[in-house]
């Protein structure tokens, strides 16, 4: 388990699956991810089992101190030749949006991307109009590196999507 200030990070279970799914059809939070379809049980259940096979892909179940599950977030597509990983991130208990949970959460990831994995690079991609994450990667250090010109179409209209990312020489304990 990986302790940040506020959060606890700590493996999936399969207990953990039907929360995934309530937040995963919730459209509020889908907003800013790429998923789009409905999702069902069985279709996580089987992200789940294809999850325990991958070595490359690492998720988190984000807990507040008390244990409570508020999100998820991961290391993606771990490229371990170049020291690199992709980041995603959603705080699906929408009562602890806006309260540093999701900052304490990669600040918790990152230091252990860095100092334990020895990652040099962590990258993202976020929509343009999701301004609170971009805030929040900002805050853990995260640079905007380009633009990916209506790359997304949301809601009868494209937009751009940021890609950002961290270096271990840049980042802020």
Not at 21 to 32: A, F, I, Q, S
Not at 68 to 75: C, F, Q
Not at 81 to 110: M, P
Not at 135 to 144: D, L, N, P, Q
Request: charged share 35%; with cysteine.
């Amino acid at each position: 388990m990986l302790r940040g200030r506020k959060v606890r990070l700590r493996a999936p279970e399969r207990e953990d699956l039907p929360l995934f799914v309530r937040w995963l059809n919730d459209t509020e939070v889908t907003r800013y991810l790429t998923l789009y379809w409905p999702l069902s049980m069985a279709e996580e259940e089987q992200w789940f089992e294809n999850l325990l096979k991958r070595e490359n892909d690492r998720v988190f179940v984000i807990e507040t101190e008390e244990g409570k599950p508020i999100g998820n977030m991961g290391l993606h597509n771990i490229d371990w030749k170049n020291r690199k990983a992709v980041l995603g991130i959603f705080i699906g208990e929408k009562d602890y949006w806006g309260k540093g949970y999701g900052t304490d959460a990669i600040k918790t990831l990152l230091r252990f991307a860095f100092e334990e994995l020895n990652l040099n690079r962590v990258e993202l991609r976020v929509f343009e109009f999701n301004t609170r994450a971009i805030r929040c990667y900002e805050k853990c250090g995260f640079v905007t590196e380009g633009r990916l010109r209506q790359s997304l179409f949301r809601n009868g209209r494209y937009h751009d999507e940021l890609v950002m990312a961290v270096l271990r020489e840049e980042w802020k304990v």
